[in-house]
T-cell receptor
């Protein structure tokens, strides 16, 4: 298995600001995913972070709002831009192949005032 | 489209009673299904996967392709089983599709 380190674990942000969440893995992973878990809801996939190419976004999520970087096979960032209270959620990164089933980070609990 | 449903948002049972958390799916192909559990303020963690056919913490789940179901069962619920349970479908070996979750509350 792999060890996932996700930072920050939580943050409280002002409306209109942006926050970058980091996901570090202790081994190389082909695919990393970013999920959102809104209060009382299930997990929804935001995008797949691909090393060396642009992230693949799911319906309802756009790059301008959630830019993603994947500079190498052990690291990815998700930025939540121009935040509003509706963005208050837990954001989770997870590992895809070769790690199956998916491993999840601890998540980042984000609150927007 | 791939979809996972969990009809019960909340399920309350008494300690020692049997529990069944329902999960149905729609998927074109040979599905691979999982149950994840999230205890209060803890990380989402894998509980079991159908292909391993094992029992974890007394829980079992059988894939029924005819009924497209993967219900999670435990014969005698314990208070420490109280948590959110998510059924998930492996989407062609890439991302996962999660059900809406069922909150299990085991009463003393």
């Amino acid at each position: 298995s792999a060890v996932i380190s996700q930072k920050p674990s939580r943050d409280i942000c002002q409306r209109g600001t942006s926050l970058t969440i980091q996901c570090q893995v202790d081994s190389q992973v082909t695919m990393m995913f970013w999920y959102r878990q809104q209060p009382g809801q299930s997990l929804t996939l935001i995008a797949t972070a691909n090393q060396g190419s642009e992230a693949t976004y799911e319906s309802g999520f756009v790059i301008d709002k959630f830019p993603i970087s994947r500079p190498n096979l052990t690291f990815s960032t998700l930025t939540v831009s121009n935040m509003s209270p509706e963005d208050s959620s837990i954001y989770l990164c997870s590992l895809g192949p070769p790690y199956q089933p998916q491993h999840f980070g601890d998540g980042t609990r984000l609150s927007i005032l | 489209a791939q979809r996972v449903t969990q009809p019960e948002k909340l399920l309350s049972v008494f300690k020692g009673a049997p529990v069944e958390l329902k999960c149905n799916y729609s998927y074109s192909g040979s599905p691979e299904l999982f149950w994840y559990v999230q205890y209060s303020r803890q990380r989402l963690q894998l509980l079991l996967r159908h292909i391993s056919r094992e029992s974890i913490k007394g829980f079992t789940a059988d894939l029924n392709k005819g009924e497209t179901s993967f219900h999670l069962k435990k014969p005698f619920a314990q208070e420490e089983d109280s948590a959110m349970y998510y059924c998930a479908l492996d989407n062609y070996g890439q991302n996962f599709v999660f059900g809406p979750g069922t909150r299990l509350s085991v009463l003393p």
